[in-house]
Each structure stands twice: as C-alpha cells, then as structure tokens.
C-alpha cells in the first residue's frame, strides 16, 4: 500500500498562479523587502521541505496510527509506534513555529504556510496532526490574552511545540451547548485557582509525545452567572513549574470509529491548581481565538484527507482493469482525464479483442474521480485564500482592507469547514468506491481514510453549528450588509476575466438578489415563525460555499498553466455546480411555507 | 445502549394500509381460499412473531458480532458469541423456509413476508444476517438448475436452513467483471468435476453455524471459451455425502470496515470434487437467479439499517437536551413531528428562564430525522411492492400480469438496490451527526451502522452497476418501451387519488417525455459517442428513484391513518424530491456537451 504524497507543484499552482499569494504577501510590511521577505522562491522552498518531511517521516506511520492506535492504561497514553520520533524531529525542524511571532521562537512566515503544512499533514496522518493542530491555537490564545507572567512561562514553549495544548471544553451533558458546563474554578489567596471537573472529548489530553501538556480550561467561577458568560478560561499544566504532577488525570480514551492514532481523553480535574486567562466570564471569547484557526484548520484538514483519498483511488485505478471502457473515442478526450494506451486504441479501431481497461477509464470512475479533484482544487482557492486573509486581517496597514479581510475570514471559514469536511467524508467514500470489495477490505487504507474523515464533520463545532454561525450569527445581524459585500468582492474580483467569470458573475448576483429581495424581508416579517431562519440555514452554507467554488473555478480557468485543471473544472461545472439550483429551491419552499 | 426493536406497526402499515398486500396476494390460487388462505390476519401474525424472534434473540448479538467479529484460525471460523444458538433456533423455528415451497420443506408463504423478516433481521444485525441472507437465492438457483439427483440431495437441507449456501463469484482480478474468472473444473469419468481456484469475498464461506455449508461456485470447463459465456455453475459442498471433507479450505478472512460479524473468506479450491448445476456454459444465468433475490435483500438490508440508525438517533434526541430550541410556536407544530412538553410552553410564553430543550426540537436535528423516515418508509412501499410483484409474476394467473410484475422485478430492483443502499450509508452517517461526538463514539453502536452499511453500496454488483443495468440493459435495447410502461402503470395507479398524487402524475409524465423526446433520440443520434449512457446512468437511476418514492408519497398520503407519517411526508418533499430537477439538469448537460 502506497502512502500520501504531497504534490506540491498543484498546491504551489494555486498559490502562485490562482492567488498571486508571494505579490500580496509582500505588499504586507512584515513579509516586503523590509521584512522577511516572503518572496516566491522562499514559499516555494518552505513548501518542499515541509512536503519532503510530510511524506517521509510522517505518512508512513498513518497505518500503524490506525491499527495499533493510542493505547490507555492507568492514566498513561501510549502513542503509537513512531509518533513520539516524529513529532519530536517535527518541533526541533521549528515547524509548529513556522507562523509563530519570531519574539516568541518562531520563524514569522505567514499563515498561508502554516495552512499548507497542516493540509498536508492531515492528508498523511490525521491522527498524528491532532497533536500540533491545537498548538497555533493555544498560542495565539495565550498571546493575547494571557498575563506577562504565565506568557514568560509558557508562551515560546508552546510557539516551538515543545510543549503541546489542548483546549477542554466539552463535558458529558454540553456540547454544542458550552453554557450547561460545570466545571468550577475556587480563588485561592496567592491569586491561582482550584479547579474541579470532568471533560471529554479532549484530544490530545495525555500522551507521550512531549514532557509536558499544557490544558486550557473553561470553568466556572463561585459567583459566575448561570450561562456561557459564567465561563472563565483557565491554565492547568500537566506539570506544574516546580515539577509536581497536576491534580488532572486521564480517566479513559474513548474507542472511536477512526482517528485511533489520537488519544480522545476524559479528564478528570480534582482541585487542580490553575491559573486565569483573560478576564473573569470572558472565557469563551478567548477559547473563541482558538476555535477560529481550529476551523480553518479543520477545513484544511477536510481537503486534505480529500486529496489522500483521491491519491489512493487514482492509483488503483490506473492500476485495476475491468471489462473494456465505452467509447474510446470520449475516453481519448483529455477533457475528461483518462489516457487510453496507443494500442488499445489500435485494438478497437481493427476490432480485434480487446483487452479489459483500467478501470480510470470508465466514466462511473471518472466521474467519481474528477469530482473529488474539482472540490480539492476549488477548496485550495478557498483556503488559501483566507489563510491570507488572515494575514491581511492582523497585517495590513490600510484597516479598510483589514476590515474587509477580516470579513472574508468571517463569512468564509464556517463555510470551508462545513461544506469540505462533509466532502471529505462523501468523497473518501466515492473513492472507497473506486475500490469496489477492496475498499471495503482494511488493506487498502481506503476505508481508514473514510472513518478518520467523519469526525472532522462533528469536531470544533458540528457542521449544522457552521450553518447557524453564517446565517444566524454573521448574515442577519447586519442585515445581510457583510454578505452582501462580500459576494460583491467576489464578483469585482472577476471583472474583467475570461472563460466562466462572467457566468459567475451572474450567479453572484442573482443570489445577492435572493438574500435581499427574498430572504431577508421574510424572515423579517412579523410574521415569519422565530425558527425560520434555522430551517434554512443549512441550505444558505451550501449555496455559499457553491458560489465560493464558483469563484475558484473562474479563477483557476484564468491562471496561466490551467490546462492540467480542465477535466476538474468540467466536473465542477457538471456534477457539483447544479445542487446550487436545488438549494434554492429548498430555500424558497422553506421561505413559502 | 439500546438495540434495535422490530416496530411492526409501521411495516404492517405499509403492507395492509397502503398497499392492500393481503386482498393482491389472495387473487393468486396458492394464497386463496383455495391454497394457504394469506389473509391479513396471518401475514400480522408472522410478521409479530418474527418481530419478537428478531428482537429478542437477534438483536442483542449485534454488538458482540462487531466488537468480537468472525475469528479465524487454521482453516476454522468461529462465529461471534451467540450465533450459532441463535441460527440453530433461526431455522429450527422455520424462519428460513418462510416462502420455500412446502414440498421441499417450506411453509409456502408470500415473498413480501420473508422481505419483511429480512428486512428486521437486517436492522437488528447485518452481520449475521449474511449467513441466511443468500439461502434463499441459493434455493431456488438449485430448485431450478440442478439435476433431480443434487435436488433430492441438497434441497431441502437448504429449504429448511439446516445447511447454508454461498455463492463464489469474485477472484482476486475478477469483480464486476466476471468474464475474467479463471477457477477451472475439469470432468471425471463420473461425470463429476474437479475445481481448482481461489475465490475472493465469499461471505460465509466457513463458519460453525451449520454442519454443513454448500458452495454454488462459478469456473470454467477446459474447453470453455474465454469470457462470460464460458462459465459454468458447480456445487461444492463442505462435507461429501460420504462424510469426507472437500478439497476446499478458507485460507483467511478479510479484515474489514464493518460487518465483523460476517466472515469474508479467501476460499481455495483444489481439485474440489463438484458437480455441476445447469448447462455447461451458462453458469451466470443460473447465478443470476441468485443474484437477483440477492438484489432485493440489499435493498431490503438499506431500509433496515436505516430504521435502525433511525431508532438510535430518535431516542438519543428526545434524551438530549442542549440549547432552547428556536420557535416554539413552529416546533409545537405537528406536522414537524416534534412534541414540545406544555410547560415548556407555558414557561415560554412567561418569559421565563427556559431550560435547554430536547435536540429533536432543534431544526437541524428534525430535518435529519424526518428525512431518514422519508426514505425509510417509501423506501419500504417500494419494496414491498417489488416483494408482491415477485409473487406475482410466479403464481399470476394472468400471463399479461406476470409480465407486468416480471417489468416491475427488473426495473425497480436495481434502484432499490442502489438508492436505498446510498441512503442507508448516508442516512446513517446523517443519524450518528444527531448525536454530535458522541457519535464517533463506538459505545452508542452507532457508528457501527454506519460502517456495517457502507459494504452494500458494493456487494451484488456495486451501485454504478446497477445503474449501468437499469439504463444500459434494462432501459434502451427496447427503446425505452419498458420503462415507459413502468411510469404509465405508477402515473395509473395515481389516478383519481388526492393530496400529492395528480402532482406525481404530472412528474412521471415529464419524466416520460424527457426519456422519450431529450435521452432516447440523442442517445440514439448516429454522432453520439459510444459511452454517452454511461455518462448519464447515475443520474437516470436517481431520478427514477426519486419518481418512485414520490409514487409512494402520493400512496402513502392516500392512506387510511396515515396522519403519523404526515412530518415525513413534508420533509420528502421539501427535501428529498428537489434533487429530481437536479438530476434532470446534470443529464440536460451531459446530452448538451
């Protein structure tokens, strides 16, 4: 069985050609002439080591992960064979540190690297990259909010990623539902806290691939309202600065359908010493820092295990012959992706008998595989995009501009995160598929792909929660204002270019017409039933997030060198494109109903 | 964790209210008055009494039969704690035997009364169901192709169950494409043969259920020519009449994604004594018979999975409380299927402090919920119907009906078999989203079905399969007469019904004239490129699908008492029906390019 690979020429494709990321990069002053010069040439190179030691250190213990799993017994976490080697070599390469300030230790290139290392990463070995995942996260929430004295403490520890983190929100009776969490932190006289409670879900919670774990923690003050504005967040070590163990324990790992390579804990505070971060019932605004690059990181993690799925599938379908393919005449189209050897074409023009084909050729195969390259492809636009987004939005001298890349960042990751984890999901098992009783069989690796990728449609938020935050919590409020501007962005972001761009346009705004003519004034209505808009919600991220592939599309078939890409785009156009109509259709029979 | 519990009520509904199954079954002479009298008092009676055997001695195995699996050492295959008692009681009861004819061991009973049982017993445990799950198949195959001597042998054994069957088809290089099978029997002087290969896949191949296990192998004689017409069918059982074991050994079990309670076995023939069943040279038509029956049962084994997963996801969201649920006024609304407690209400309306409601409340979760009913219960309407129609195209008096039933067989199960099975994977996958984390979880045993359910978008042809085998063999050869005459009979047997029905019959028409007037010319077009179907069969077997469940809307609407099903009827409709106008449109574009 072949492991994931990176292809960092078609992620670099996108990078440079779709986005122009080096030419916006260095219009930042950090990453310009008088900075650290994030240029072409530097991107490129980052890129290539981090692919070389993706595909050589670490996606060769993804099976291993899967199969041997983390192990629990009496409060100690065994990592699979291998884990603990590479992530170490992982934090001394400094590549937890790669978008980290270089005060803090580390190498403040922009975040668009850092994206790409961990779609990279979770494509290889998703389990193994739930122990960094967390770790950008906790440094930017520890970064911003946390007091000089526990950021002198703790801060380069967790830039480096000799440390690692983990964020402990969930309990047993709240989940989506923060608010109903019990946890509660007492003040102690010297200023810290004893912490008590028990919370799940904790990924990472204990392992040995570090010296030390450093949790934060939500709980709840004595006099804290009922509610999630009772939530304080707190610090707890797993070994605190004089060497003594915590009062935390891991009571058990969880046995799950996938991601076996990492330890899914409960963990049990009892009267744990901890230390406030931020201020008292600000809690989730702090964890909130962290739950934002979360989701963008899930979304990468999304088009990444895509990617792996589909390496798997293309190979073993170039690979497999079945039957002989119809109409060699299409299957030569290169619009359609396959390769038909000379000789069978010979074969079949003299009617001699014909040898069965590789199964890539059969367009049920095609289709299943060219789809899944189209959502990669377009998703890379997409994330890419607002991994710079992210840049602009804390770098940028113009705060208009900030304000709009903040807007992006907004609108855009519930999107990414719901929309590409649900296809990484579907599309694991499209590629499963490909597979036919073999991908059903574990040999393959195939189906781990599919039962690792379901988790990422729950985690940090489920997918409906992605919905509720676009329409509930960032489209309403302003009246439809953000989304509005930001499809406007879109469509003057196409002006101009050719091939589809102007169908896009159209497209662009026809829905903005929708929301405004449509949506908004009858979910308005004073009328309108309280639960309207979560009826519809749903539906409003799918049709988004076509229009963001829509947007990709344009630009992808307008970037010198696309040719590659056509047979996707064409998928695109054909099989994913048309469920925009559907959704808006379910839209208007919500809104008529 | 509660198991899955047989609800006969909603089955008998369906079979009695909706499709008037008893007063059909006694106009054929061997249910009459005259023959075993299938009246409804009866098929209520089974049906409860097999509910109550699958509840209680079934269900319970199931978890056991995954986290304990088929294990396999040395040749031997022992089954997960439990199943052999159970399969012992299994046929020991006559459940196996439900529609065998009664010559041979059988009670005689309606077709749709063993769908019914195997569409429980596939609900409570898929895994072992498997073993049961060919004999029927497996019955008749023999019942019609063997010579009187392997009949007098082996019939009853397999009528009854005493013994199990399997069917060994797929080689290592051979899946959908069984012309490339190369196992080889070779004739004695006693007009036996002797079987060499290696067959891949073979559920059941070993295991202790039985004494004995009768393998009905597909391999070619020395003389056959190379393809699919140069197969031949052979018998070999476990244990030669003589007592002495065959010369065939399961030399391991796969390791799978699910179905551990199945075991999948590598089966090695070595010079096998075996006899042959049929003509030399048509082995796949006799597998055929097999293969068909088998069709069914996996459709049948979708709509019980996803009643299964159903169950869970309902009674998890009733327990579960996170957040206030938007909009009491809409969830108190029946038709959204969803009981707010009147103090909830009433505190509502107070203003007062509102606890967290039930998640089956929240829209999000009602619309995964309401969905799955949707497709559970069509799903059941169409086949249990397709269960009647093979009842009746046997025993009909009338050649013009059995012909229409035989059309109704052969259109509808490949759609059955396909879209119900993407829905069980799917839907599931939609009911393990209910229950957020805990979901991944592999305690709540959900997580299980969902990956129990993926193998039966594969097996018995895989779903593209049988979408090649409803447009490309089914469909076009006739020019589409066949077809037509199916949507002419639905739109018919609409006529004069209200609610929904003159919209369905409007939908068939279309859908009609789309085959007739866009797909049947184009296709036929002298410059349409040899695999232009092939590009479109995925599509067309959805859209059919989509036809056939709004048919059974249309029915079940018409219904006496059919108010409960009222929320799932919404939801088909705002839901599921919108993809048909995508189907359509996907296959618009693919005639267009």
């Known amino acids: 069985m072949n492991h994931y690979q990176p292809r960092t020429d ?66 100690v976490v065994t990592m ?15 590549w937890p540190a790669l978008s980290a300030a270089s005060e803090d230790g580390g190498q403040g290139l922009p975040a668009v690297l850092e994206a790409m290392l961990y779609e990279m990463l979770s494509a290889a070995n ?53 608010g109903l969490c019990r946890s509660r932190a007492v003040p102690q006289a010297d200023g810290s806290y004893r912490l008590s409670g ?23 003050l004595p006099d804290a309202p009922p509610g999630p504005k009772g939530l304080s967040l707190f610090l707890v070590p797993k070994f605190c600065p004089d060497g003594s163990r915590s009062a935390v324990v891991c009571e058990r790992i969880e046995e799950k359908m996938g991601l076996h390579g990492s330890p899914t804990c409960v963990m049990r505070f009892d009267e744990a010493s901890a230390r406030i971060v931020g201020e008292p019932g600000k809690g989730l605004n702090a964890m909130f820092v962290m739950m934002n690059a979360a989701r963008l990181h899930v979304g990468l993690q999304g088009i990444g295990l895509l990617e792996a799925a589909w390496q798997k599938a293309d190979a073993y379908a170039q690979e497999r012959r ?34 069965p084909s590789p199964i890539a050729e059969h367009p049920a195969i095609r289709r299943i595989l060219d789809t899944q390259r189209a959502w990669i492809d377009a998703g890379r636009v997409v994330a890419y995009r607002t991994a710079l987004e992210l840049d602009i939005a804390h770098r940028h001298p113009d705060a208009k501009r900030r304000a709009a890349a903040s807007r992006w960042c907004a609108l855009v990751t519930p999107v990414l995160k719901a929309a590409w984890t649900d296809q990484a999901f579907q599309g694991a098992s499209a590629c499963l598929q490909v597979f036919g009783g073999h991908g059903y069989v574990s040999e393959w690796g195939i189906e781990q792909i599919v039962r690792d990728a379901r988790v990422a449609m729950i985690y940090e938020g489920t997918n409906e929660i992605q919905a509720i935050d676009l329409l509930l919590r960032k489209t309403l409020p302003d009246g439809g204002a953000a989304m509005a501007d930001l499809l406007g962005d879109l469509a003057a972001d196409l002006a101009g270019r050719g091939g589809a761009a102007a169908t896009v346009v159209a497209h662009l705004e026809a829905f903005s017409r929708f929301l405004r003519e449509r949506l908004l004034p009858r979910v308005a209505a004073p009328d309108a039933p309280a639960d309207l808009p979560y009826w519809l919600a749903d539906d409003f991220l799918r049709a ?3 229009l963001l592939q829509a947007w990709a599309w344009a630009r992808i078939s307008n970037a010198p060198g696309c040719d590659p890409y056509a047979a996707a785009g064409t998928a695109f156009w054909r099989w994913i494109w048309p469920e925009s109509s559907m959704r808006l259709a379910m839209m208007e029979a919500t809104l008529a109903a």
Not at 43 to 70: C, I
Not at 204 to 210: S, V
């Open 10 to 75: 078609d992620m670099f494709f996108i990078l440079q050609q779709v986005l122009q990321a080096p030419a916006q990069l260095q219009e930042l002053p950090d990453f310009g002439p008088a900075g650290t010069a994030v240029d072409t040439e530097l991107m490129r190179q980052v890129l290539d080591e981090a692919g070389k030691f993706v595909g050589d250190v670490v996606a060769p213990l993804n099976r291993a992960g899967d199969q041997v799993g983390a192990r629990w017994q009496d409060g």
């Open 80 to 94: 699979p064979p291998g884990f603990r080697d590479a992530y170490q070599a992982f934090w001394q390469g400094g």
């Open 126 to 178: 998703h389990g193994w990259t739930m122990a960094p995942g967390l770790l950008h996260g906790a440094y930017e929430c520890i970064r911003h909010h946390a007091s000089d004295e526990l950021k002198a403490r703790y801060l380069s520890k967790i830039a480096t990623g000799e440390w690692l983190a983990t964020m402990c929100l969930t309990e047993p009776h709240a989940g989506s539902d923060l």
């Open 198 to 220: 028990t919370k799940i879900f904790i990924s990472g919670g204990e392992h040995d691939l570090t010296d030390n774990i450093i949790h934060l923690v939500l709980a709840r």
């Open 322 to 355: 079945q039957m002989r393919a119809p109409g060699a005449r299409r299957a030569a189209d290169p619009s359609h992706g396959a390769s038909v050897p000379a000789d069978a074409r010979a074969a079949a023009s003299a009617g001699a008998p014909l040898t």
């Open 544 to 546: 988004v997030g076509l």
